[in-house]
């Protein structure tokens, strides 16, 4: 991962957290969470779920009212495909792949599309955490 990868996520102007939960133990409400503190325009991805934290969650990128310029994935890997192509066909620009989310078949579609991807274990609460 490139710091400058990094910076280009941070500074995108709309969020999206695909696995984002209701349960505040879980790391898809702690991103989502941390992200909102950060004053981010941020949309929860979960079709299982109709509201986290007060935000109407959203069962895929495609049924935002708006296309995320980032994304941060905290679903199983399998889900993680899914999702990442989900983003590509969407034009999502960004990916962070949140440590145990992370799926070679899905990073390469993305690099392959063009997209950023962060994909190397780092996780984006440290970073948040730090700015903070």
């Known amino acids: 991962m490139s710091d400058t990868a990094i910076q280009r996520f941070l500074m995108a102007g709309t969020f999206a957290v695909a696995g ?20 981010r325009d941020v949309f929860p991805l979960n079709p299982a779920q109709d509201e ?3 935000h109407r969650a959203y069962p895929k990128i495609n ?7 980032a994304l941060s994935i905290i ?3 399998p889900v993680t495909r899914l999702v990442v192509a989900d983003a590509i066909a969407a034009g999502v620009r960004h990916i962070w792949m949140q440590p145990g989310a992370e ?3 899905a990073s390469q579609a993305a690099r392959d599309a ?3 991807v962060i994909d190397d274990g780092s996780c984006i609460l ?4 730090r700015a903070s």
Do not use: H
């Not at 939960?21 to 004053?39: D, H, I, M």
């Not at 440290?126 to 955490?129: E, P």
């Open 103 to 105: 799926d070679d078949q």
């Open 52 to 54: 986290i934290e007060g």
């Open 114 to 116: 063009g997209l950023d």
């Open 75 to 77: 679903t199983p890997p």
């Open 63 to 69: 049924a935002l009212p708006v296309r995320p310029d």
């Open 20 to 39: 984002a939960s209701t349960n505040r133990e879980k790391y898809g409400n702690k991103v989502f969470r941390a992200l909102l503190k950060a004053g």
């Open 126 to 129: 440290v970073l948040l955490a």
